[in-house]
């Protein structure tokens, strides 16, 4: 039988690091126009469903309600904002909103189970393309920066080129998830082998290889121009991610995102450009995000989207070794003492240290 172990912390120094990183994360969402937004807990399963993919409903936990109804406890927030939003009647354009919201979801690693988490994000709903893709991209590079995270770097994909050659080399949707997962692998072997059994034509070849090179870089893009040079669809997508670059470039980010076009993780709903953010202090990934162009339409019309999230427990890990805020709180506290027979006194002594923000800690006279 698994042990499903909630991961909120006990009151040690995690505490106060994890109270660093949602208040800086939420202050740097809401600098830029991100106005914070609830959305429930618990959901109707089937309400909820459309915007899910197989392996999300796997890993979500759902019961059967006292009516009957089959509920599930959201395991992603962005199909939650997603429904949120469809539901609502006319909103301005653009959309923005930030978050910080426990998901509940199986997340399997070598050594535990653990059920819930946070996640801390935003979505951009609506607007142009690139404006949108390059302000979520720079929300992303502030918060991470401003969390301390020296040594982050971003991996830029981009679902759109992939999705496109995969359907378009004639791969069954089988054969398509064993390719993408051998492009993630970075494994040019096996994407080869599974090309060839399948017959693809030695352009499609060269292109999808192109994707899965570890060396990364710009030069992805030449060799997959140069694969597909009478495809529209390929040739209008390199364009864009070569001005997307660009800006980010002429923006002074260069040396914080890296064009990796194999990093085909996340979500099935993601469309167009999609991102994981790392750091070598950090067992996994510290989130990922992405544009989500049809999650909406499965509960509305169809409006695009795009956004990112944090996984909160990650950043908090990649930070600690490096943290003294939970200490430097503990040897900065006065301690006032307090006389049970005349507390008016320390009590006035504590309200004066209180009105500097002085950090206190009560305690019975005669006790240390």
Same mark, same amino acid.
């Given at each position: 039988m698994? %042990?499903?172990?909630? /991961?909120? !912390? !006990?009151? =040690? @120094? *995690?505490v106060g690091v994890r109270r660093h990183v949602m208040t800086t994360s939420m202050r740097s969402f809401g600098g830029w126009g991100y106005r914070e937004i609830q959305v429930p807990l618990l959901h109707y399963f089937e309400a909820l469903r459309p915007g899910l993919d197989d392996e999300q409903i796997e890993r979500s936990f759902r019961f059967v309600d006292r009516a009957g109804n089959l509920m599930v406890l959201r395991p992603d927030v962005t199909p939650a904002i997603a429904q949120t939003f469809a539901q609502m009647r006319s909103p301005q354009l653009p959309f923005r909103v930030s978050y910080t919201h426990k998901i509940v979801r199986i997340e399997r690693s070598f050594t535990r189970d653990q059920l819930e988490s946070y996640q801390l994000g935003i979505e951009h709903i609506g607007g142009d393309e690139l404006l949108a893709d390059v302000e979520v991209l720079l929300v992303a590079f502030e918060a991470l920066e401003r969390l301390g995270l020296t040594d982050?770097?971003?991996?830029?994909?981009?679902?759109n080129i992939a999705n496109h050659l995969l359907k378009a080399c004639g791969a069954p949707s089988r054969i398509r998830d064993q390719i993408r997962g051998a492009l993630v692998a970075r494994d040019e072997d096996e994407a080869r082998a599974l090309l060839n059994r399948l017959g693809a034509r030695s352009e499609y070849v060269q292109g999808i290889l192109a994707m899965a090179s570890l060396q990364g870089g710009a030069e992805q893009l030449d060799r997959i121009r140069f694969a597909f040079p009478a495809d529209r669809i390929v040739q209008k997508r390199v364009d864009y991610l070569e001005r997307l670059i660009s800006v980010l470039d002429e923006l002074g980010w260069g040396n914080r995102y890296r064009l %990796?076009? *194999? %990093?085909? /993780? &996340?979500?099935?709903?993601? /469309?167009?450009? &999609?991102?994981? $953010?790392?750091?070598?202090? *950090?067992? @996994? %990934?510290? &989130? @990922?995000?992405?544009?989500? =162009?049809?999650?909406?339409? $499965?509960y509305g019309k169809n409006t695009p989207a795009v956004g990112f999230s944090l996984s909160l427990d990650t950043v908090v890990q990649a930070l600690e070794p490096t943290s003294n805020l939970f200490s430097e709180a503990e040897t900065a506290e006065e301690v006032c003492s307090i006389d049970p027979e005349n507390p008016v006194e320390g009590f006035r002594a504590a309200l004066k240290l209180r009105e500097t923000e002085q950090l206190l800690r009560l305690v019975k006279e005669g006790r240390g």
């Open positions: 698994s %042990e499903y172990l909630y /991961t909120t !912390p !006990p009151i =040690d @120094r *995690a982050f770097q971003i991996s830029l994909a981009d679902h %990796e076009l *194999a %990093e085909l /993780t &996340g979500s099935s709903y993601y /469309t167009g450009i &999609g991102f994981v $953010m790392l750091s070598q202090g *950090a067992s @996994r %990934e510290l &989130g @990922r995000g992405g544009r989500y =162009d049809s999650l909406i339409g $499965m």
